[in-house]
C-alpha cells in the first residue's frame, strides 16, 4: 500500500442519467508523474473531484495515499497538493505575501514558511520577483506561482487538471520545466489530466487514456506505441507490388502495411534496422529513392485509439 499514491478500483460515477465514470480502474505507483489522458468530456474532472473527495464515487472504491476518499477526504486533501481550474491567487498581494497568506493556513511556523518560500520561489525562477503585485504578471508565471501555492505544506501528491490551458507556447514549456524540476527536487508524485499529448510525452512516465468514462489503455509511451504499432517506415519509389506488400506483412515484426503506386508505409511493433527492409525491397525489384523512419508520437498512439472506439 505505502508504494501505491493511487488505486481506483472498479469505479462508476453517475451525474443523472449521464454515466461519467464507467468501471474504471487504475494502479499509480507514488514518485511518478501520471499523465491522465482523454478529449473533453471523458470523465478527466470528474475522477479528480473524486480523488480529493469532493464527489463520492456512484461504486467502486478509492484510495489516495493509502486513504479511503469517501472516509477520509479531509486526511487526503491534507496530504494533497491541487491546482485545478482556478489558480487560487490573490493578484493585489506578492507573490511573497500569497505564500505567506498559504503558509499561514498550513500552520507553518515562521521559520518554516520563510524557507519554503524561498526554496520554492528559487526551483521556479520567481526568487528576484517576490515583492511584485501578482496583477503584474503574465498568466503563465501567475500559473508557476500557483504551482509554488499547491506545493507550500510539502504535500505527498499533487494533483492537476490542465496546467498548461491557454498558455502560450513560452508558458507552457517554463510550467513543463518547472514540473519536471518539481517532481525530482521535491520527491511528489504528480497526477495530471490533460488533452495535450504532446505536453504528456514529454513529462510523463506513464500515461493512461480514457473516452466516455472507459479506460482505453495504459502504461509508459513506449509500452502504448507497441501496442498500436508505434515505429513507421516510409519508403517512396517505384515496383511496389501487392505480392510484395503481402510479403511484408507476414514479418513477425509488420503490425501493418499501406501500400501506394509509388509509397509504401509499414507500422511496426519494435524499433527496426531499415537496411534488411531496404535490402528486402531491392531484391523484389523495388526503385528505392527514399526511406523514412519514424517513431509514432503519443498523439498518433491516442488518435489511433480514438478510430478503434468509434
Same mark, same amino acid.
Given at each position: 500500500?505505502?508504494?501505491?499514491?493511487?488505486?481506483?478500483?472498479?469505479?462508476?460515477?453517475?451525474?443523472?442519467?449521464?454515466?461519467?465514470?464507467?468501471?474504471?480502474?487504475?494502479?499509480?505507483?507514488?514518485?511518478?508523474?501520471?499523465?491522465?489522458?482523454?478529449?473533453?468530456?471523458?470523465?478527466?474532472?470528474?475522477?479528480?473531484?473524486?480523488?480529493?473527495?469532493?464527489?463520492?464515487?456512484?461504486?467502486?472504491?478509492?484510495?489516495?495515499?493509502?486513504?479511503?476518499?469517501?472516509?477520509?477526504?479531509?486526511?487526503?486533501?491534507?496530504?494533497?497538493?491541487?491546482?485545478?481550474?482556478?489558480?487560487?491567487?490573490?493578484?493585489?498581494?506578492?507573490?511573497?505575501?500569497?505564500?505567506?497568506?498559504?503558509?499561514?493556513?498550513?500552520?507553518?511556523?515562521?521559520?518554516?514558511?520563510?524557507?519554503?518560500?524561498?526554496?520554492?520561489?528559487?526551483?521556479?525562477?520567481?526568487?528576484?520577483?517576490?515583492?511584485?503585485?501578482?496583477?503584474?504578471?503574465?498568466?503563465?508565471?501567475?500559473?508557476?506561482?500557483?504551482?509554488?501555492?499547491?506545493?507550500?505544506?510539502?504535500?505527498?501528491?499533487?494533483?492537476?487538471?490542465?496546467?498548461?490551458?491557454?498558455?502560450?507556447?513560452?508558458?507552457?514549456?517554463?510550467?513543463?520545466?518547472?514540473?519536471?524540476?518539481?517532481?525530482?527536487?521535491?520527491?511528489?508524485?504528480?497526477?495530471?489530466?490533460?488533452?495535450?499529448?504532446?505536453?504528456?510525452?514529454?513529462?510523463?512516465?506513464?500515461?493512461?487514456?480514457?473516452?466516455?468514462?472507459?479506460?482505453?489503455?495504459?502504461?509508459?509511451?513506449?509500452?502504448?506505441?507497441?501496442?498500436?504499432?508505434?515505429?513507421?517506415?516510409?519508403?517512396?519509389?517505384?515496383?511496389?507490388?501487392?505480392? !510484395?506488400? =503481402?510479403?511484408?506483412?507476414?514479418?513477425? /515484426? #509488420? *503490425?501493418? &502495411?499501406?501500400? $501506394?503506386?509509388?509509397? @509504401?508505409?509499414?507500422?511496426?511493433?519494435?524499433?527496426?534496422?531499415?537496411?534488411?527492409?531496404?535490402?528486402? !525491397?531491392? =531484391?523484389?525489384?523495388?526503385?528505392?529513392? /527514399? #526511406? *523514412?523512419? &519514424?517513431?509514432? $508520437?503519443?498523439?498518433? @498512439?491516442?488518435?489511433?485509439?480514438?478510430?478503434?472506439?468509434?
Amino acid at each position: 500500500m505505502a508504494n501505491v499514491a493511487i488505486r481506483i478500483n472498479d469505479v462508476t460515477h453517475d451525474f443523472s442519467s449521464v454515466r461519467a465514470l464507467d468501471g474504471l480502474s487504475i494502479e499509480i505507483p507514488q514518485g511518478i508523474i501520471f499523465g491522465f489522458l482523454g478529449p473533453n468530456g471523458a470523465g478527466k474532472t470528474t475522477t479528480i473531484n473524486i480523488l480529493l473527495g469532493l464527489l463520492e464515487p456512484t461504486s467502486g472504491i478509492v484510495e489516495v495515499l493509502g486513504l479511503n476518499t469517501r472516509t477520509r477526504a479531509d486526511d487526503i486533501r491534507s496530504l494533497t497538493g491541487a491546482l485545478l481550474e482556478y489558480p487560487g491567487l490573490y493578484e493585489q498581494l506578492s507573490a511573497e505575501d500569497n505564500l505567506e497568506f498559504y503558509g499561514r493556513i498550513w500552520h507553518l511556523t515562521g521559520v518554516d514558511r520563510r524557507e519554503r518560500i524561498k526554496e520554492l520561489l528559487t526551483q521556479i525562477g520567481l526568487w528576484e520577483r517576490r515583492e511584485e503585485k501578482v496583477v503584474k504578471w503574465s498568466k503563465g508565471m501567475k500559473q508557476r506561482l500557483a504551482l509554488a501555492r499547491a506545493l507550500i505544506h510539502q504535500p505527498s501528491l499533487l494533483i492537476l487538471d490542465e496546467p498548461t490551458a491557454g498558455l502560450d507556447v513560452m508558458g507552457a514549456t517554463a510550467i513543463r520545466n518547472d514540473l519536471a524540476n518539481l517532481a525530482r527536487n521535491e520527491g511528489v508524485s504528480i497526477f495530471m489530466a490533460t488533452h495535450n499529448m504532446a505536453e504528456a510525452e514529454k513529462l510523463c512516465h506513464q500515461v493512461a487514456i480514457i473516452r466516455q468514462g472507459k479506460l482505453l489503455a495504459i502504461g509508459n509511451p513506449n509500452e502504448l506505441r507497441k501496442q498500436t504499432g508505434g515505429w513507421q517506415v516510409e519508403v517512396i519509389g517505384t515496383g511496389f507490388t501487392e505480392d !510484395l506488400a =503481402n510479403v511484408i506483412r507476414a514479418r513477425p /515484426e #509488420v *503490425s501493418a &502495411v499501406e501500400r $501506394s503506386k509509388n509509397r @509504401v508505409v509499414i507500422q511496426f511493433t519494435k524499433e527496426i534496422d531499415t537496411a534488411p527492409l531496404v535490402n528486402l !525491397l531491392v =531484391n523484389k525489384g523495388v526503385q528505392v529513392e /527514399e #526511406v *523514412s523512419k &519514424v517513431k509514432a $508520437s503519443l498523439e498518433d @498512439v491516442f488518435l489511433t485509439l480514438m478510430q478503434e472506439e468509434k
